[in-house]
């Protein structure tokens, strides 16, 4: 008989594997700890939107809970679970999330080195209809010595630490990197840990995806335009790309990470600077895929090298497989002559 089905004794949890990055950099253990709170918050965001708690997140019990207090959507309770898991772990200054219109400055007692910025649940509006959601986050250390304000967090993506998501599916995973390249880990519901599947990955050179929402084919730039005909009706007698378009932006960047191929969210006519957040959304993502070997890019621009000037400036993004990015980034220089 294999042993497949035998109980694994030595598992690569993500802590461990944390903890042995750390101890290679020969590092403090204080990123240990803060992505050990976000891996707290995370299961227990997963839990809530496998709706284990349905009573108390629909109200089904009545809109008040016994207390009194109103009922918290998910997304609320979700960004509550992850400042409070930062905060109680000792380790951040400042935090930036999308839920909230300023940055958080953490407590004097309870501070550490680090700033994080984060979207607590991605793709939020797709949760009634069960499609997956997500949790993005970035990872700074503070530059200056001088008490954590706001402006700390305006750092270009180029300083990120570390940088991950969390993918609420068919299971939960959490994708990350520390500048070593990304690692991938399934949650075990059985022990309560993050476990490694699959170690250093790297996206296909050229895919055969092409994502983005074309309700705004209407207001898309012709350089858009002319990129997407190339997919749909390639001249060189190639087949021609299929499309995918959940519009949570986790669920559609880690399968174009998985399967290769390009994710858009690009400029248009309507929102002449881009739709997407650069601190918690595109940065990270940008982050994982030049890790994976990929590109991202704003199509005058990398993505990482953009100095942000506010906390929830948003930017064009288009990531994904190098090749297509690469046949992307072509059309857009032909358009800028």
């Known amino acids: 008989m294999s042993d497949r089905g ?65 009922v918290k959507k998910l997304d609320v309770l979700s960004n509550d679970l992850v400042i409070n898991m930062i905060k109680s772990s000792f380790t951040s200054c400042v935090l930036v999330s999308e839920e909230d219109e300023k940055a958080i400055i953490v407590e004097p007692d309870k501070r550490g080195k680090y700033i994080v910025c984060f979207d607590p649940l991605d793709g939020s509006s797709n949760i009634d209809c069960l499609v997956s959601i997500g949790t993005i986050f970035a990872i700074y250390k503070k530059t200056t010595d001088d008490e954590p304000v706001e402006a700390d967090a305006l750092q270009p993506g180029r300083n990120i630490v570390a940088a991950g998501y969390a993918l609420y599916g068919s299971a939960t995973m959490m994708v990350l990197s520390t500048g070593q390249g990304v690692n991938c880990f399934m949650l075990d519901p059985a022990i309560g840990e993050f476990i490694l599947v699959d170690k250093d990955v790297k996206i296909k050179k050229k895919g055969k995806i092409y994502s983005l929402n074309e309700g705004y084919a209407q207001q898309f730039y012709p350089d858009v335009t002319e990129y997407l005909q190339k997919k749909k009706y390639p001249q060189d007698g190639s087949a021609p790309y299929g499309s995918r378009y959940v519009g949570s932006m986790v669920a559609d960047v880690h399968r174009t990470l998985v399967y290769g191929g390009i994710f858009l969210y690009p400029a248009n006519v309507k929102s002449p600077k881009g739709k997407l957040r650069l601190l918690y959304e595109c940065n990270p993502m940008a982050f994982i895929m030049e890790q994976a070997g990929g590109l991202a890019t704003t199509g005058s621009m990398n993505v990482l090298d953009i100095q942000p000037t506010s906390i929830h400036e948003r930017v064009p993004v288009v990531l994904g497989s190098p090749d297509d990015v690469q046949e992307y980034l072509d059309i857009c220089k032909k358009h800028k002559k």
């Open 6 to 70: 035998a109980f694994d004794t030595n598992v690569v949890t993500l802590t461990r594997f944390v903890l042995e990055e750390g101890r290679k950099a020969q590092g403090t253990g204080e990123l240990t700890t803060l992505l050990n709170s976000i891996c707290t918050a995370v299961k227990a965001i997963s839990t809530a939107v496998r709706k284990a708690g349905i009573a108390n997140l629909y109200g089904i019990a009545g809109s008040t809970n016994v207390t009194g207090d109103q």
